[in-house]
């Protein structure tokens, strides 16, 4: 049974990449230059404007000098501006730019056309049925998240 699960795990994951690398080629052209955790980054910073980077860090799960650094990447192309916070001259504040704003608008466009593409073959009870596994898939993985469950690879 665990390595049926196993194996079962590893097909799933070989699908996902399959599915990431799809919506990668499909991507407008300065993501290309970002890293997968660059993108995440500059979206949680286009949901939350004037984020302090501590809170960034916190909500990504990342260290603060790492956050620190990968905004002054997303800086350094001209997709974030930081500044500090008016009240509190020690926090600095990170805000998304019209030119990050429009990254991330392209960029949710042609996931949902390539999502509405992948989708389109199936018919709306199939649609249904992944969606709906899917989600009970991630629940499972974000209530062991959330009770410190140690994160595991299928490399």
Known sequence: MQSKLNADAKEFFSLMKRLHQAGVNASPPLSAQLSPALLVLL??????????????????????????????????????????HPSDGRSILV????????LISALR???????????????????????????KALLTIEKSSSQGEEKRSFS
């Open 109 to 135: 466009k042609t996931r949902c056309r390539t999502m509405t593409k992948l989708l389109s073959r199936l018919t709306s009870e199939e649609r249904r049925s992944l969606l709906s596994l899917l989600s």
């Open 43 to 84: 979206e949680q910073v286009s949901d939350y404007p004037d984020s302090a980077i501590v809170e960034l860090a916190n909500s990504l799960g990342r260290a603060v000098s790492t956050m620190s650094i990968e905004i002054r990447r997303l800086e350094d192309l001209g997709l974030v501006e930081r500044r500090r």
């Open 95 to 102: 805000r998304i730019t019209p030119t990050g704003q429009n």
